[in-house]
């Protein structure tokens, strides 16, 4: 997070988006067809935080990086699925694993209680991480698949826990239903 990339083929949007001058960095070099890279950051002289994106490019790829990233979102649409098949409902629209999820049964009243019981569960179970959002003033339940070593077992896992959760929450607030 501490570091990014924006690859372009218009060498001059960088330019015009991101330049910067001072009186003290050399001026030669505007004609080249590489551009001055120095001439597109404010971090002159700070750290090589690009060192990262850099070394992580070496050593996975191109189709690394892109084979994490399929694979991150494959198993962001397991989770959809698994969760459909489960009875929740997904009430987010994004191609990317970011899961957004709630029980349309519970009364929407109580969805805040309901939506932090079931993450605490989560939490303490220790098994999997999940988090707790706000989508349109309603509480929802938010898992996002970050890590590129998450497999269909993993989503089986949290899958598990979060039946389990709900199932506990219900036998102690019976009336939450809708």
């Known amino acids: ?33 590489v551009i001055e890279p120095f001439t597109h950051s404010i971090q002159w002289s700070r750290r090589f935080i690009g ?3 850099y070394l992580s490019l070496v ?16 198993m962001g649409n397991r989770l959809r699925r698994e969760l459909a098949c489960s009875n929740w409902k997904v009430v987010n629209d994004t191609v990317l694993p970011v899961v ?35 989508i349109n003033k309603a509480t929802v ?9 998450s497999t269909e077992e993993d989503i089986m896992v949290l899958m598990e826990l979060l039946n389990r959760a709900r199932a506990k929450y219900l036998e102690r607030h019976p009336n939450g239903l809708s």
């Open 141 to 149: 339940l938010r898992a996002c698949i970050t890590n590129y070593d």
């Open 59 to 74: 050593t996975a790829g191109w189709e690394g990086y892109r084979s994490m990233v399929q694979h991150q979102t494959e």
């Open 51 to 53: 060192l990262k994106v």
């Open 100 to 134: 957004c999820f709630t029980d349309s049964n519970i009364q929407s009243k109580i969805q805040s209680n309901f939506a932090s019981f079931i993450c605490q569960e989560i939490l303490r179970s220790g098994q999997a991480w999940i988090s707790v959002y706000e």
């Open 1 to 33: 997070m501490g570091a990014g990339i924006y690859i372009t083929r218009h060498k001059d949007i960088l330019h015009r988006t991101f330049s910067i001058t001072a009186d003290y960095m050399p001026k030669e070099g505007v004609d080249l067809d």
